[in-house]
């Protein structure tokens, strides 16, 4: 057994730490979108692989029997080419994903289908915008120049393509503490996210609906059917291996 694994998020991490307890050989993989990912406690690689066709060229060339996709939720291309890839030779694949976050009382949330639809949901008047959607999909936000958009994001940012926007920069998970005194501190008005599930990112919706604000939230983009686990401990089974480590 050989696994590759394809990180990126904070389940990622904790499926390193399973893998390395559980003696199992394994490769992590980041793509390399941070300057300085986190440290893992498997041997690393960091960068694309060239498409599903590179893909399968590595897990061939590499020996890999089964692929675990920790990435983010919306990292579609990625899962899309991890699906094709394994497909074609015939590796095991499952994926490690978290639960989608379903709203509750008190939220004010509005659905939307992509980043686009999201920015054409911002309102005509001036507002400030907490913009919790990483620094991908900006662009969507320039054709409406008139907001003040706040942004969280782990590197600084070489430009941005938003007049009147300020980024900070720091690493989650972030407590609700944390958030309540961000968006305070900002005069936050409404707040676009991602539906990315989990808990380390759920703190800036539990803000939101503790100062009352309303939430643009972008639905999951479709990724083709494949298994799915929301636990690490899960994967292990799935791998064949017992799940009593206490991850």
């Not at 579609?76 to 639960?99: D, F, G, H, K, V």
């Amino acid at each position: 057994m050989r696994i590759l694994l394809l990180g990126g998020t904070t389940e990622a991490s904790r499926m390193a730490r399973a893998l390395a307890e559980a003696g199992l050989a394994a490769l992590f993989s980041y793509a390399g979108r941070t300057a300085a990912p986190v440290a893992q406690p498997l041997p690393m690689r960091v960068g694309g692989f060239g498409g599903a066709e590179g893909l399968a060229a590595f897990l061939r060339a590499e020996g890999i029997s089964h692929v675990i996709d920790a990435t983010h939720p919306f990292a579609a291309q990625m899962s899309r080419n991890a699906t094709l890839a394994c497909a074609e030779t015939r590796t095991a694949l499952i994926a490690l994903e978290r639960a989608p976050w379903r709203a509750g009382p008190g939220d004010q949330w509005r659905h939307v289908h992509d980043i686009t639809a999201a920015a054409r949901a911002l309102p005509e008047a001036q507002t400030r915008v907490f913009l919790a959607i990483g620094r991908q999909h900006l662009q969507a936000f320039a054709d409406h120049p008139q907001h003040h958009y706040l942004l969280r994001l782990v590197d600084p940012p070489q430009a941005l393509p938003l007049p009147q926007a300020q980024a900070v920069i720091a690493r989650g998970p972030f407590t609700l503490q944390d958030d309540l005194a961000l968006m305070r501190d900002h005069g936050t008005r409404i707040v676009v996210a991602k539906n990315a599930g989990g808990e380390g990112a759920r703190a800036k919706l539990d803000a939101a609906r503790a100062l009352g604000l309303p939430v643009i939230l972008i639905d999951r983009p479709e990724i083709p059917d494949r298994p799915r686990a929301e636990t690490p401990a899960a994967v292990l089974r799935w791998l064949g291996h017992p799940a009593n480590l206490g991850v």
